[in-house]
């Protein structure tokens, strides 16, 4: 059965006819009559010395002329297009023009096939740290359990939402689900009498839903960010510094990657079952409303009562893969918490061997959250074990990773990476973090991920609209951060190697997020001319309530969904081409939704594109 997230009520009817905001009061958006011609470009820009690429959808199946304009209009270059044919995933027929030996840095430039003319666009040394940024301050509006401050998050002050306070029901108090209740939802009777504080963390999505093996993922990928780039430029970069992002701990003397990524952290911790319990150390896998909220609403207005679901293997493993690479970062700067942490990933990584098969089962998406059933655990074994052994190098980490049947398995697929399969991140960790893993291993694992990357570089040299994503089975939910993922698997390829190959491919495949697709849509909320900003998310609903903020410059969208699951993709986008099957409507949630740990991957790879750029690793 599919899962319906939401009652078909008055308000979808509403959010379906009401596409076409556009503008609110200081704050310029995107307009609908933006909407691109046939030349798709990255809308932010290219680098001067990276590739530059563009596509144009044409028919004819010859060559066709191009030119490169700057403000003023004068030629710069010119040349004859590249025709691909008809694109797999787009259904289009496509050219693709390469100006990349154009290196003067302007703003204004277009491109310009049979009397069309592309967007304006920029050619510069540096485009990235400002998207690092915004993707990495998302974090700070979406926490849960603290007001806001509206000066630090413009437009998004608020006060603290699941905080205890009347009409919330949690999450300062949490009880189990009930025992009738888990039996008819999950089909098993597991419940606890006990309550929990679960304040803190960050709201999952568009729904107010906390659940452990997001959250797991998304922590970890911001912290690999930071970790990445303290690795690979010795924290010569904002990417470590405090001071990068827009969050209240900016200026603490502590990295602000690190404050953020602790306010996660220290939820995940609290989702454990305490001491004394038949299974503590355990970790519930959720925490959310009894049922789907009908609309707009800022968190504190949330009257559903809040429920803990029962612990599981995944969530458990989550939090001691986590917990065991926050204890390696913070080391530095609180050593009791450090070591709090390594303790927590040791009794979560016990408690999991000792209750291998507790599976979130699959529910049917009616109550209030969603499901995130995960069936197969050897990969979060394998993460936890991973993280464990590059913090403590104990041995005994490394007899568990060997013992893995994941330890010399391809695991870097076309979508390889995500909250449900985790091993291809435990690849990449244990690929360029330094450890005392023997040489001959370290190589093994290092080929496997230029082997990954070399398959994603020869995808995108088939691809009409230059991305490396090429899915087995068709556009997954929250394909943008499946393209974005493979795009970090070929970042680690280039850290490892130096190879300029893979760098080049990564930025290349940056187009496609920004604007270089079959949507001609920049999918990152205030990033190029014609860019979503209608994302399903409950206080940021600006698109069907003016009286919301939009989502947060920096939000990523979604996606393309090849099987769109919600009312207004269902209606609006029957029969679509997989790469077409997105809709920037608010009501589309299977399509364009924002979501934590598609943002920690969007942060991930803007850090490592900032820092990569000319002259970045000095002066950013
Ligand atoms: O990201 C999740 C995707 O992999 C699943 O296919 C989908 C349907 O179960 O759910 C997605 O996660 C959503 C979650 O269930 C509820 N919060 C919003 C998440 C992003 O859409």
Redesign the pocket.
């Known amino acids: 059965m599919v ?1 319906r ?1 939401f009652p078909q009520n008055l308000f979808f009817a509403l959010i379906i006819a009401s596409a076409g905001v556009s503008i609110f009061a200081g704050h310029p958006v995107a307009q609908d009559n933006d909407v691109p011609g046939m030349i798709r470009v990255n809308q932010l820009g290219y680098l001067t010395d990276g590739p530059k690429r563009a596509t144009v959808v044409h028919d004819g199946a010859n060559p066709v002329n191009w030119r490169l304009v700057d403000a003023n209009g004068a030629e710069v270059a010119a040349g004859d297009t590249l025709p691909m044919g008809r694109d797999r995933a787009s259904t289009l027929n496509v050219h693709t023009i390469d100006f990349s030996s154009v290196s003067v840095e302007g703003a204004g430039y277009r491109l310009e096939v049979d009397n069309e003319e592309s967007i304006a666009f920029t050619i510069a040394d540096r485009l990235y740290g400002g998207l690092r940024t915004d993707a990495m301050s998302y974090f700070y509006p979406v926490r849960s359990g603290v007001a806001i401050d509206g000066k630090i998050a413009e437009r998004y002050g608020r006060p603290a939402g699941h905080a205890g306070v009347l009409p919330n029901k949690g999450d300062t108090d949490v009880p189990c689900l009930g025992t009738r209740k888990a039996r008819k939802i999950l089909g098993q009777a597991i419940s606890c009498d006990y309550r929990l504080d679960v304040s803190g963390g960050w709201y ?4 107010f ?1 906390k ?1 452990v093996v ?1 959250g797991g993922i998304a922590v970890a990928q911001l912290m690999g960010a930071y970790e990445r780039s303290l690795n690979v430029l010795k924290g010569q970069s904002a990417t470590t510094g405090d001071g990068l992002l827009r969050i209240p701990e900016a200026g603490n003397g502590v990295p602000d990657i690190l404050d953020e990524a602790r306010w996660e952290l220290d939820f995940l911790v609290s989702m454990r079952v305490p001491a004394g319990e038949p299974l503590a150390g355990m970790v519930h896998h959720k925490v959310h409303g009894e049922k789907w909220l009908p609309g707009p609403m800022l968190p504190d207005q949330d009257p559903e009562q809040r429920v803990l679901y029962p612990p599981s293997t995944a969530a458990t493993l989550n939090l001691a893969a986590v917990a065991a690479q926050g204890a390696r970062l913070f080391a530095p700067y609180d050593a009791k918490y450090s070591e709090g942490l390594l303790a927590v990933a040791k009794r979560a990584y016990a408690a999991a061997e000792a209750h291998p098969d507790m599976i979130a089962p699959y529910s049917d ?1 009616q109550n209030g ?4 059933h995960d069936p197969e655990v050897s990969d979060e074994f394998y993460w936890a074990a991973a993280e464990l052994y590059l913090t403590t190098g104990e041995d005994e980490w490394y007899e568990r990773l060997k013992a893995s049947p994941l330890w010399r398995e391809r695991v870097l697929t076309s979508d390889g990476i ?3 399969e985790t091993a291809g991140w435990a690849r990449l960790q244990l690929a360029s973090v330094s450890s005392k893993l023997p040489q001959q291993e370290l190589d093994w694992i290092r080929g496997s991920v230029r082997a990954a990357a070399d398959t994603f570089l020869a995808v995108q040299r088939g691809e009409g609209f230059g991305l490396m994503y090429r899915p087995q089975g068709g556009y ?3 394909s943008n951060h499946s393209v974005i993922e493979n795009m970090i698997v070929t970042a680690v390829a280039y850290d490892i190697s130096g190879k300029p190959e893979y760098l080049k491919g990564v930025r290349e495949s940056m187009d496609y997020i920004l604007g270089r697709n079959a949507m001609g849509i920049s999918y990152v909320t205030g990033y190029g001319t014609h860019y979503a900003h209608r994302q399903f998310a409950l206080m940021f609903a600006h698109s069907v309530d003016p009286s919301f903020p939009e989502p947060p410059r920096g939000a990523l969208a ?1 996606g393309p969904n090849g099987q769109p ?1 919600d009312p207004v993709a269902e209606a609006k986008l029957r029969g679509c081409a997989p790469q077409a099957c997105y809709i920037d409507e608010f009501g589309s ?2 399509t364009n ?1 924002i ?1 934590i ?1 598609w943002n920690a991957a969007l942060s991930w790879i803007a850090a490592f594109l900032a820092d990569t750029e000319t002259g970045s690793a000095t002066s950013n």
């Open positions: 899962p997230r999952d999505a568009g729904d839903g659940y997001n998406g959250g969603g499901d995130y995500n909250w449900r997954g939910w929250g979604g699951a949630y299977s939704e979501a740990n």
